[in-house]
């Protein structure tokens, strides 16, 4: 687990945060939505009557593998150190299926909204005439269940992780792919094996090298909160 002469990009702050935040909003958002049943109808019903906490739900996950695009390419650029072909399949395909993730919400966010319109029945239906189209996207879902397999694979064989950590970051790959999946048995051992793996990997990274100084510290959480205030303003305007 210990990580030294972290990559350039996207570097030991940026990845190592990704690893212990990406997880945990995974499994944030995979538990809110525990009691509502899995197949898309359910789902839909479940936001016309509890909109906030299904927003949260799919906000939190949404978010989670958003912010994992740099905690694999963290892990990848370690793994490369020794594994030059498991990094740059692993890594890759992980990635490709972090986009294809990034899709699904987009169209669960149009699909939520469809319900807020029109109510979960005329949203239903309107979801069920389309479930199945081709998009472009569906051509990574194979990048989904295998890219974390093979970087799992990676990562015991460069020993960034043991055996046990290892497989639960393989299980990342039994998550629920597509559009408005609820949460079974599998997605929260998958969301739970993600923490498991990566958390402490990112801990551990944070950890590895020296120490800012506060000021810096300080100063990058202004600008962090600052840029971050001028995107949030900018995205309402569209």
């Known amino acids: 687990m210990t990580l030294t002469s972290p990559p350039v990009f996207p570097g030991r702050w940026v990845g190592g945060a ?3 935040a990406g997880p945990l909003l995974v499994l944030t958002g ?12 359910a789902q ?13 739900s799919y906000a939190s996950v949404a978010a989670g593998w958003t912010l994992l695009w740099s905690g694999v390419a963290f892990l990848a650029a370690r793994i490369g150190e020794r594994h030059r072909e498991l990094a740059v399949w692993g890594g890759t395909l992980t990635l490709l299926g972090l986009f294809a993730r990034t899709f699904h919400a987009g169209v669960d966010h149009l699909s939520f909204r469809l319900v807020t319109g029109s109510g979960a029945a005329s949203a239903t239906r ?12 569906s051509t990574l879902n194979a990048a989904i269940l295998v ?9 015991y064989r460069s020993r960034l ?3 046990v950590p290892a497989a639960a970051l393989g299980l990342a790959s039994a998550m629920p792919l597509g559009v408005l999946k609820g949460t079974t048995a599998w997605s929260v051992a998958a969301a739970v094996g993600l923490c498991v793996a990566l958390v402490p990997l990112g801990v551990a990274a944070l ?8 000021v810096t510290v300080a100063g990058r959480l202004l600008l962090v909160g600052v840029v971050g205030a001028a995107m949030f303003l900018l995205g309402q305007v569209g």
């Open 126 to 137: 309107t979801v069920a005439e389309s479930y199945g189209a081709f998009h472009i996207f």
């Open 207 to 214: 950890r590895t090298g020296p120490a800012p100084r506060a």
């Open 44 to 56: 839909l019903s479940a936001y016309e009557h509890h909109p906030d906490l299904m927003t949260a």
């Open 161 to 163: 992780l043991g055996a």
């Open 147 to 155: 890219g974390w397999i093979l970087l799992a694979v990676g990562a």
């Open 30 to 41: 995979v538990l809110l939505r525990l009691r509502f049943d899995f197949f898309f109808p």
């Open 18 to 20: 990704s690893l212990i």
